[in-house]
């Protein structure tokens, strides 16, 4: 069977999802929705046929499984967003058009890949200054400079920065990897890069982190310093310096916790978020550990948890959780994972994560497949990000790790996070068909001169 035949038998399981999902949903809240909502989950199938007939024409090679794992995350999310709100899911869907069509694009336009590689200096100007734009435009929410609103339109920069630092990062790494593995030197046991090799790394990831920490981006902050680390170990093998990545992290975790309020508070609730001194913020995951407890090993089913509070609660209110009645705050966006668990239980918040771990064993496949080092980097990179991310917010909502504010790749509601990790996965296939395609036939030699003479 050949890679996109598998592909579209693949995406078998998100049909049936999608048609249990959304049924299961509106018998259970018949009365609340209508029946014209039931083309959302159709609606959205076919995008994903058509995303798929265009790979199986521009990109025949490439890895079969990510696109309908990928796919299968989105349907959990557009089921649960439906659940939540029937309007939103109709905007998830339609958000998917954008995102489908930046994927076509970015396929057609980078058919050659590696042509990023002679813009690095300028990608990674361009992602500093995205995750500058929040800042620069004051609109802060919550303590954190995260999205941009020009006019009716908003979105969050650092969802496309991450790729841009990838892009940087994998590139520099690329062209540098021997003399930062090669020319080190070795004190006290560790192994030093040299600095004039390393310096320009340092420079760009210490300027993102910086904007970072004015803009109080946690998580992409974590996902950024985490890409770095994954991606110096791959390009060096060098364990110490993963070590020395470490050792930096734990000491600006203790300078920023100790200094810097909204870091501290973070790291009070993360510690004990039930104590009769928390800091304000500790009822959202109070009520998210609530809900997950609540929803056992099977799940209450969907649309059978209380996700509001009995009361004449207006349905589009603007206020704070508590205010609307809601007992998760943001439950489409920062805690869908705690709606997912309550939902459908135990089991299947596992199969989410698994899904996600499928994708990042795909990925790294793809990235040991890949024939040169830029690629492999690249590769290596975008899908370590995708981890990372699923990592922080799911870690957070279960408080393995404080909590921050970034979205679940494919299954949270909003445009920023579909767009870019459309573009992210359209990366991904362009390497994977590079890496996949069989090598051409040699030719057959012709007639030599001498066979060609006349007797």
Not at 60 to 66: E, F, G, K, N
Not at 365 to 377: H, Q, W
Not at 427 to 442: G, H, I, T, Y
Request: with cysteine; net charge neutral; hydrophobic share 55%.
């Amino acid at each position: 069977m050949s890679a996109r035949n598998r592909e579209l038998l693949a995406l078998v399981p998100v049909a049936v999802l999608l048609i249990a999902g959304f049924t299961a949903v509106f018998i259970t809240r018949s009365d609340e929705i209508g029946d014209l909502s039931l083309i959302y989950g159709g609606y959205f199938f076919a995008l994903c046929l058509v995303a798929h007939l265009f790979l199986r024409f521009r990109l025949p090679h490439a890895d079969p499984y990510l696109f309908p794992l990928c796919a299968l995350l989105a349907a959990i999310g557009l089921v649960v967003i439906y659940r939540i709100k029937d309007d939103l899911a109709f905007d998830q869907a339609s958000v998917f058009v954008l995102g489908l069509v930046l994927f076509c694009l970015t396929i057609v336009l980078l058919s050659d890949y590696n042509v990023l590689e002679r813009y690095r200096y300028l990608i990674a100007t361009a992602g500093i200054l995205l995750l500058l734009g929040p800042f620069i435009t004051r609109n802060q929410v919550n303590g954190a400079y995260l999205s941009v609103d020009i006019g009716p339109i908003s979105f969050q920069p650092a969802e496309l920065a991450k790729i841009c630092i990838v892009i940087f990062l994998a590139s520099y790494l690329a062209e540098k990897r021997e003399m930062l593995s090669v020319a080190a030197r070795r004190i006290a046991g560790l192994t030093i890069p040299p600095l004039k090799h390393f310096g320009p790394l340092l420079v760009v990831w210490g300027a993102a982190m910086l904007m970072l920490v004015f803009i109080r981006d946690l998580g992409s902050s974590l996902m950024f310093f985490g890409a770095f680390l994954a991606l110096l170990y791959v390009a060096t093998g060098r364990l110490s310096y993963v070590l020395i990545g470490l050792a930096m992290f734990a000491i600006g975790s203790l300078v920023l916790g100790n200094n810097i309020s909204h870091v501290h508070d973070r790291f009070e609730i993360w510690l004990d978020p039930f104590a009769g001194n928390a800091p304000e913020g500790a009822g959202q995951i109070q009520q998210s550990l609530f809900a997950q407890a609540d929803g056992g090993l099977f799940g209450q089913g969907l649309g059978e948890s209380l996700l509001k509070l009995p009361g004449p609660f207006a349905p589009d209110c603007q206020q704070p959780f508590p205010e609307c009645g809601s007992i998760l705050p943001t439950p489409h966006t920062d805690f869908i994972y705690a709606v997912i668990t309550m939902e459908l239980g135990l089991f299947g918040a596992c199969a989410v994560i698994l899904i996600y771990a499928l994708i990042a064993a795909r990925g790294f496949k793809t990235a040991v497949m890949a024939p040169d080092g830029f690629s492999k980097l690249l590769a290596a990179g975008l899908t370590a990000i995708f981890a990372l991310q699923a990592f922080v917010i799911i870690g957070g909502v279960t408080k393995v790790i404080p909590l921050t504010g970034v979205t679940l790749p494919f299954v949270s509601f909003g445009g920023s996070s579909i767009v870019a990790n459309m573009i992210l996965l359209a990366l991904l296939l362009l390497v994977s068909d590079r890496a996949r395609r069989p090598p051409p036939e040699p030719s057959q030699p012709g007639p030599t001169d001498l066979e060609r003479a006349p007797a």
